[in-house]
């Protein structure tokens, strides 16, 4: 038999999770700090609960999604729900730190719950997708024992490991390789803006140009990977090369008065680097300047 399900928190993202278990034909209840916000999930076919207490006392399974982990704890933390938990499965969706969802975890042991962490890998139109990514960790058992349920909102739903935090870990070294993209696109549309070369350009050179990233994405990972630092037949670029075109950009920004906040920072690295001897090493050589503090 299915289990009842219980959604904490129906902003954008719950909202989804709520939407997509409903289609999957869970007995789903919601409930939500502002109201207004859950109606629509019971034109839906949810149940609306009024308080955090009512919502949980019937479900099986308590899947949370509030802005962050101190709404989680101002959520479930107070008396009576704690003891309301015991025997249920919380699985936490929100975002969060690795050590945010290792106390996480403890805690819910201590109330007699189960545990699992999950980190969305996807915006909200990706769930209930083939696409739609949520990685968790926690307690394998509980994960393959829940595996059906967690089908239902996304087709790649995945199991990083026994320890609570790995999700939220992976989740922020996957938000690190998104944050240098967007963040290396918006340099990219401050100069296409100074140097008043059209959008529509940028967009299309991205799109000619997005494998060769791609594939040096791959090739750092992997190198790193197997710490193989010093230039090789393989390597495709050394730090030498990179930190010529660097300061070409550079140039250019303090010519146009460029904000080089970001840019500083990488530059500060590649310094490093080549302060230390790696300006003809691979490119991966930089790793070794980021893994601790200058
Ligand atoms: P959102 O639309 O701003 O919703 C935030 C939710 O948190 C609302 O339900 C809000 O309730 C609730 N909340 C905040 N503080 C609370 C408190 N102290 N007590 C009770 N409820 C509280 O944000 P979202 O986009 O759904 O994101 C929710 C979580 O999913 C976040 O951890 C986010 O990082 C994660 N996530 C989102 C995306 C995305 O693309 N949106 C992708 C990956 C992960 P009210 O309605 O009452 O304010």
């Known amino acids: 038999m299915k289990p009842a399900i219980t959604v904490l928190g129906t902003g954008r993202m719950g909202s989804a999770l709520a939407r997509a278990l409903l289609q999957a034909g869970y007995l789903t209840t919601v409930w939500n700090r502002t109201r207004q916000k859950a109606e629509p999930l019971g034109a839906a076919g949810a149940r609306l609960a ?35 938990l015991r025997g249920k499965l919380i699985v936490e969706l929100t975002s969060g730190t690795p050590d945010g969802a290792r106390e996480s975890r403890e805690w819910a042991t201590a109330q007699g719950a189960g545990y699992l962490d999950g980190a969305i890998l996807a915006t909200p139109d990706f769930i209930g997708t083939d696409a739609g990514t949520i990685l968790m960790s926690g307690s394998a058992e509980t994960f393959e024992a829940n595996k059906e349920v967690f089908a239902a909102l996304g087709g790649n739903i995945q199991f990083v490991g026994d320890d609570a935090g790995l999700a939220n870990a992976l989740d922020a070294a996957m938000l690190s390789l998104m ?16 140097e008043r070369i059209d959008l529509g ?73 080549i302060k230390a001897g790696h300006l003809h090493d691979d490119f991966a050589a930089m790793a070794q300047f980021m893994e601790q503090p200058a």
């Open 201 to 273: 350009e940028l967009g299309r050179q991205w799109a000619a140009t997005a494998p060769v990233i791609e594939g040096l994405v791959a090739d750092l990972i992997k190198r790193t990977h197997a710490r193989r630092f010093e230039s090789d037949e393989e390597t495709l670029s050394t730090i030498s090369p990179h930190y010529g075109a660097f300061q070409h950009l550079l140039e250019l920004m303090q010519a146009r008065r460029i904000d080089r906040s970001v840019a500083d920072g990488y530059q500060a690295i590649f310094q490093r680097a």
């Open 50 to 84: 009024d308080t955090v207490l009512e919502a949980v006392g019937g479900a099986q399974i308590v899947i949370v999604n509030v802005s962050d982990y101190a709404a989680t704890a101002a959520v479930l933390r107070g008396n009576d729900v704690a003891s309301a």
């Open 179 to 194: 944050w240098g993209a967007l963040f290396g696109t918006l340099h990219g549309i401050a100069v296409c803006k100074a």
